[in-house]
C-alpha cells in the first residue's frame, strides 16, 4: 500500500487494541499504534488486573478467620495499604512494559500520543504530525460514567482514582449496583472498611439471574456491607474531614469517601468520528457490523468503545479477528452469545448464558435445577455463608443454556461449564459426567430433581 505511511493505524493501546496491532504485524503489515495514556487500557491499568489483586488482598482477612477452625493460632495480624498499593503498582508497570516489548517484538511503531481522526485515511497525533494510513482501527475503551450532576459531585471519587488512594478509608459509601460497585464493595469490607452500597434499582447486578443477585446480596448484608436500594445520591456536602451523602429518599450517611461507580461510557468523545461519517449506535459505542467495521469503509472499532460485550476477552477476540480479517486473508465474525462472565464480588459470581427470566421469555419449555448448600470448608471454619448452583435448561430440547454459580471459585467453574454450554451439552450429558468428589463443582453433575419447571405455553 505505497500511498500511504502505514497499512494500520490503531488508536487505543488497551487488550483490543494492543491484540490487533499485534496480530496484523505479525501478517506483515506496516503497523503504528498510539496511546496517549499507558498501553494495557482499562484492563491492565485500571480495571480487572489491579482490581483482582485488591480483591485477593481483602480475601486473607476472612482466610486467617477460617484457619482457627482449622486449629491454626496466629499472631494478630494487620494491614498497610500503602505497601498494598505499591505492590500493585509495581505489578502494572512490570505487565505495562511487557505489552511494549511485546509489541516491539512484533514490529509496531508505538507513539505515546493522543490521536484523532483526520479524515477516513489519516490520523492527527497531539504533537502536529499527520499520518496516512490505508485502514484505522479505533479502540478507544470507555471511560467512567459520572451520573447525574448533582451538589458536590466533585467531591466523589470514581474507580480509576479508587486504586490510588492514599490511605484506607475508614468508612465508604459507594453508589452503583453493578461489576464495579460490588466488587468494590467487596474489597473495602475484607480490608476493614464500613462500608454502604447506596443503588437505585430495586437490587443489585441487573441483568444477572434474579437467584443469583439475591443471594450475594443477602451474603453481602450477612458480612456487614450496608445495602439500600431504590435511591440513589442527590448530593455531597463536605463536612470538616468526612462527607455527608445526602440521599433521595431523604436520609443521610456519613462517610470518609463516596465513590460512583455507576458504569462505564464508550470513550468516543473529540475524535472526530462525526467529521469522518462515523455513526454512533443507539448503545452510546461505535456503530459496528459484524466484522466490527464502522459504517466507513476502511475504519473499523473493537472492544468497549463499540458497547457490545464490555469483556477483555471479547476485545482481544474482536481484535485478533480484524486483524485476520483484513491482513490475514481470513474472514472471522466473533460469536457474542455464551460468552462467560465472573464478578469478584464476596462471595464470587460465575456465569454463562440465560438467566432464568431470558430462558422463560425464549423457550416454549424451561426447566430449572437449583442447589443451595453450606460448602464443606465453612463446616469447621464456622463462615456463615452457602454456596448457589443452578442450571437453566431447555425443557424441550434437554440443552443446557445457563449455568450460574455463587461461591468460593465460581469463576474458575463458569469456565469451564461454558466449554460445555457453547457445544449444546444437555442435562444428560451432564449427568452422565462422573462426579469429582468432594468439591463444589460436583453439584453441577449430581441435581438430579428440577426445583422449578416453567412452560411458557401454558402460562400464556
Keep these: ?45 485500571r480495571g480487572c488486573v489491579p482490581k483482582k489483586l485488591l480483591v485477593y488482598a481483602s480475601r486473607f482477612r476472612g482466610e486467617f478467620e477460617d484457619a482457627a477452625g482449622y486449629g491454626w493460632t496466629l499472631a ?94 475508614r468508612r465508604i459509601l459507594i453508589q452503583g449496583g453493578g461489576y464495579i460497585a460490588v466488587e468494590f464493595a467487596g474489597i473495602f469490607s475484607g480490608l476493614g472498611s464500613h462500608v454502604t452500597l447506596v443503588y437505585r434499582g430495586e437490587n443489585i447486578l441487573r441483568g444477572f439471574d434474579d437467584d443469583v443477585r439475591a443471594h450475594l446480596r ?3 448484608e450477612k458480612h456487614g456491607i450496608r445495602v439500600i436500594t431504590g435511591c440513589k445520591v442527590a448530593a455531597i456536602e463536605h463536612a470538616g474531614a468526612h462527607f455527608s ?29 462525526q467529521e469522518a461519517d462515523v455513526e454512533i449506535a443507539k448503545n452510546g459505542g461505535i456503530a459496528v457490523d459484524a466484522y466490527s467495521c464502522t459504517t466507513v469503509q476502511n475504519i473499523y472499532a473493537v472492544g468497549d468503545v463499540t458497547n457490545r460485550v464490555n469483556l477483555t476477552p471479547v476485545a482481544i477476540r474482536e481484535g485478533h479477528s480484524f486483524a485476520d480479517t483484513i491482513f490475514g486473508g481470513k474472514p472471522t465474525k466473533v460469536d457474542h452469545t455464551n460468552v462467560p462472565t465472573a464478578v469478584f464480588s464476596d462471595p464470587e459470581i460465575g456465569t454463562v448464558g440465560l438467566t432464568e427470566a431470558q430462558a ?26 452457602t454456596v448457589l448452583i443452578k442450571l437453566v435448561v431447555d425443557g424441550e430440547t434437554g440443552r443446557v443454556v445457563g449455568c450460574h454459580v455463587v461461591g468460593e471459585g465460581a ?32 453439584e453441577l453433575v449430581t441435581m438430579r430433581q428440577r426445583t422449578a419447571s416453567y412452560a411458557r405455553a401454558a402460562a400464556e
Design 1 to 45: 500500500m505505497p500511498d500511504y505511511d502505514v497499512d494500520l493505524f490503531v488508536i487505543g493501546g488497551g487488550s483490543g487494541g494492543v491484540r490487533a496491532a499485534r496480530i496484523a504485524a505479525q501478517h506483515g503489515a506496516r503497523v503504528m499504534l498510539a496511546e496517549e495514556y499507558r498501553l494495557g487500557g482499562t484492563c491492565v491499568i
Design 76 to 169: 494478630q495480624s494487620s494491614f498497610d495499604w500503602p505497601t498494598l498499593i505499591a505492590n500493585k503498582d509495581r505489578e502494572i508497570a512490570r505487565l505495562e512494559a511487557a505489552y511494549k516489548a511485546t509489541l516491539e517484538k512484533a514490529g509496531v511503531h508505538i507513539v505515546k500520543s493522543r490521536a484523532t481522526l483526520d479524515g477516513s485515511h489519516a490520523v492527527q497525533l497531539a504533537n502536529g504530525d499527520r499520518i496516512r494510513t490505508a485502514y484505522i482501527l479505533i479502540a478507544t475503551g470507555g471511560a467512567p460514567s459520572y451520573g447525574d450532576s448533582i451538589p458536590g459531585l466533585q467531591h466523589a471519587i470514581f474507580s480509576n482514582e479508587a486504586f490510588h488512594l492514599p490511605e484506607l478509608p
Design 218 to 220: 443477602m451474603d453481602m
Design 245 to 273: 451523602a445526602h440521599l433521595s429518599s431523604g436520609n443521610q450517611v456519613t462517610a470518609d469517601r463516596v465513590m460512583f461507580a455507576v458504569g462505564r461510557r464508550p470513550n468516543v468523545a473529540n475524535m472526530g468520528l
Design 360 to 385: 422463560r421469555a425464549r423457550l416454549a419449555q424451561t426447566d430449572v435445577y437449583k442447589a443451595m448448600f453450606r460448602p464443606l470448608k465453612a463446616t469447621l471454619s464456622g463462615r456463615d455463608t
Design 411 to 442: 469463576a474458575e467453574m463458569a469456565q469451564i461449564a461454558a466449554i460445555a454450554v457453547k457445544m449444546g451439552a444437555t442435562k444428560a450429558d451432564f449427568d452422565a459426567t462422573m462426579a469429582l468428589h468432594p468439591t463444589t463443582a460436583e
